[in-house]
């Protein structure tokens, strides 16, 4: 997205650190940080001023919780000013979304949707200090991917889509890598990612100097941390416990217990364990790591051990032990176990290996023949090899023999058959010059689609599904590129594209349907068949078959610290079914009934437990994205949110007369009516599109979301 320098940039950590990436695409998008940059008119060190231009400004202000009442009215005639206190955001605990993804076929992850006050939160925190987190977090000299520089506002959006014939490839902001789409606060130093280590010439450089390699990984990273330790990490061991529990004010305090204070505010007050997902986790992690990579340093220093003699290097968990004596090893682990052990965290045993040289792992040696076979199947000139889909897919398989993961392993193989097909069409397809060579070449380009399915369906993950779609859509759009041929020759090819389209996105879902933890890959392809413009509708099995997901996810998925991912999924669902008329009324009708039992659930009085939690980001994501629909009558908007929980905001936090839950039910009729009438004409200023019911984004939104699925 682009960040402008002035408004709002300050808080600009609410666009790229406070999200995972593996949110579905209508979630991606950074509306809050938007919200605030139309909106704000003066900063104070933890709070702002905003305008409030409609009575769902309001409402938005009531789900951030904190500050003083708030009027029952504003509009653009009457606009209302309004403090945004973080300090006193902070006072009240709140609920992440927890949800999970596949990792791969056998494993998931559980990542966090962290609520709108505590993204808020997070960015005060980074606005105020981000000189501390860069000295904190760039200490030791044996972290591979650190912050080494905030990045600078003003990037404008340059997309590939918008440009066809530019070729780009994307990956996270690094010191001496500049992009041109704003994705990270930092810069980082070395390798954004793990593979960029893998195919360094720094690897290469280790492999020669060093005999053996052990590599060590840390048992439930995330999990494992003790929200004190930031304390510990940034000051003494002695000075983070004397100030255990002591916050008297932002102001009055260092980096370390404001860090521990906002970390317990998003996660339910919890002192063990972090949310997982956004970056903003990472960067906490760090800052622990990167003390303990001292304290293993010194250590080691004591027992004789010079820097000759060992080198060790960490990439977020994962260490890295070289040595040129065997025996070395197991002392220097014994050390590395010593000091987790002390800072709370274990070693995972199953997952320690050791290495004779050559350390180049399998993956990398397969990598290098897939691409030998790519360019020889994929010419940028001259005739089409024709290798059919039977041998594509056997190349594409190759990289997964004997490989120790599988998710890499086809992560690494999808990035690699995406950039080339990229590639490939950009080069070939204007040249084509007539129908039939450009029937041929994508006819050619489908088989590698049709195989890069396979491989994903194989060994599944967001990642993979992430590559799968952005291949999808750039295929789908080739005919665009043909700008030799017939308006009546590109809409041919298009129609064929979308015939081939059409065939993998239904067997993509319909085999996804029968696999738990698939919602969010689910959610992908609905995204992109929604954006193809796909009629999935003619295949009732499909709607049948999400519909008794959805239902299954209403009966064992009720409590609030449970798998979230079914709320997504009908989101997703009610985008994709409820737009163009795709449904029966029979249809529509079995989709806000499911929205109303999520909503009997979510918003019952006693969803969340008793005591200091405010809102979970479950409840808030549901108010604003039903408040928004535009495919639900305004009457079915009201009850669907005339619940207990959502009038319980509105009681506590505006200044209404009389009767309060009166007030509060004429508040929200009022906030539905308000919106229904602005729905065909809803300026920018005026959106907040927490959930995007639009396609208008998909392409922007499926661009910035590359940087994070490069490896």
Not at 118 to 136: D, G, P, T, V
């Amino acid at each position: 997205m682009e960040i402008l320098r002035g408004g709002a940039s300050r808080l600009r950590a609410l666009a790229t650190e406070c999200l995972p990436y593996e949110l579905p695409l209508e979630l991606s998008k950074p509306w809050l940080y938007r919200w605030f940059d139309s909106r704000i008119v003066s900063q104070q060190k933890y709070s702002a001023a905003v305008i409030a231009r409609s009575r769902k400004d309001l409402l938005l202000v009531a789900l951030i919780g904190g500050g003083d009442e708030l009027p029952t009215y504003a509009s653009e005639n009457v606009p209302k000013s309004i403090i945004v206190d973080a300090e006193a955001v902070a006072r009240r605990w709140r609920a992440p979304a927890s949800f999970l993804v596949r990792r791969n076929r056998l494993q998931t992850r559980k990542l966090d949707l962290l609520s709108i006050g505590s993204q808020i939160l997070i960015a005060f925190l980074y606005a105020n200090h981000k000189e501390e987190i860069l000295y904190f977090a760039g200490r030791s000299g044996a972290s591979l991917r650190y912050p080494s520089r905030s990045t600078t506002p003003g990037k404008a959006l340059k997309s590939r889509f918008k440009q066809q014939h530019k070729i780009r490839e994307l990956t996270v902001e690094t010191r001496n890598r500049s992009i041109g789409t704003y994705n990270s606060f930092f810069a980082y130093e070395s390798y954004a990612f793990i593979g960029e280590f893998y195919d360094s010439k720094r690897w290469q450089a280790l492999e020669g100097h060093w005999r053996f390699l052990r590599r060590l990984d840390v048992s439930n990273c995330f999990g494992s941390i003790y929200t004190h330790s930031f304390g510990w990490a940034t000051s003494t061991d002695a000075h983070s416990k004397a100030h255990l529990g002591q916050l008297n004010g932002f102001d009055s305090a260092d980096v370390g217990r404001i860090f521990d204070k906002v970390m317990q505010a998003s996660n339910w007050g919890e002192t063990h364990g972090i949310c997982v997902g956004p970056e903003f986790s990472r960067i906490f992690s760090e800052v622990i790591f990167q003390k303990i990579d001292l304290d293993i340093k010194r250590k080691l220093m004591t027992m004789g051990f010079n820097s000759g003699r060992y080198e060790i290097l960490r990439y977020v968990d994962d260490y890295f032990v070289y040595v040129h004596d065997l025996n070395d090893l197991d002392l220097i682990e014994s050390v590395v176990n010593e000091v987790l052990t002390r800072a709370g965290f274990t070693l995972n045993a199953s997952k320690t290996n050791t290495y004779t040289t050559p350390f180049t792992t399998s993956i990398s040696q397969k990598k290098a023949g897939l691409k030998i076979f790519l360019k020889a199947a994929l010419p940028l000139d001259g005739d089409l090899p024709g290798y059919d889909i039977r041998e594509i897919g056997v190349q594409l398989r190759s990289t997964m023999i004997d490989s120790s993961n599988d998710a890499q392993a086809v992560g690494a193989t999808l990035t690699q058959v995406e950039r080339r097909v990229r590639k490939f069409l950009l080069k070939r397809a204007s040249k084509c010059a007539d129908y039939e060579q450009a029937e041929a070449l994508l006819s050619y380009v489908w088989e590698f689609v049709h195989s890069m399915l396979y491989q994903y369906l194989s060994n599944p993950s967001v990642s993979s599904v992430m590559k799968l779609v952005r291949t999808l859509r750039d295929v789908w759009k080739a005919s665009d590129l043909c700008s030799g041929l017939s308006e009546r020759s590109r809409r041919k090819l298009e129609f064929q594209s979308s015939e081939s389209l059409h065939f993998i996105v239904v067997r993509a879902i319909r085999r996804l349907c029968d696999v738990p933890n698939s919602d969010i890959e689910i959610c992908h392809l609905l995204s992109l068949a929604s954006a193809c413009g796909l009629d999935l509708t003619s295949h009732d099995r499909i709607f049948l078959d999400l519909e008794h997901m959805l239902h299954s996810y209403c009966q064992s998925n009720a409590a609030p610290r449970s798998n979230q991912a079914g709320m997504l999924l009908l989101l997703s669902c009610m985008k994709y079914f409820l737009a163009e008329s795709r449904t029966s009324s029979t249809q529509r009708s079995s989709l806000i009934a499911l929205c109303s039992r999520f909503g009997d659930v979510l918003f019952d009085s006693e969803y969340l437990p008793a005591g200091n939690v405010d809102g979970h980001a479950s409840q808030e994501l549901f108010v604003l994205a039903l408040l928004e629909c535009p495919f639900i009558f305004q009457d079915e908007k009201y009850s669907l949110l005339c619940k207990p929980w959502v009038l319980d905001q509105f009681v506590r936090r505006i200044a209404f007369q009389g009767d309060p839950a009166r007030s509060a039910r004429r508040f929200l009729r009022r906030c539905i009516r308000d919106e229904v009438n602005l729905s065909d004409a809803t300026p920018e200023s005026l959106a907040l599109s927490a959930f995007v019911w639009s396609d208008d984004d998909f392409d922007d939104l499926l661009y910035e979301k590359e940087p994070q699925f490069v490896y």
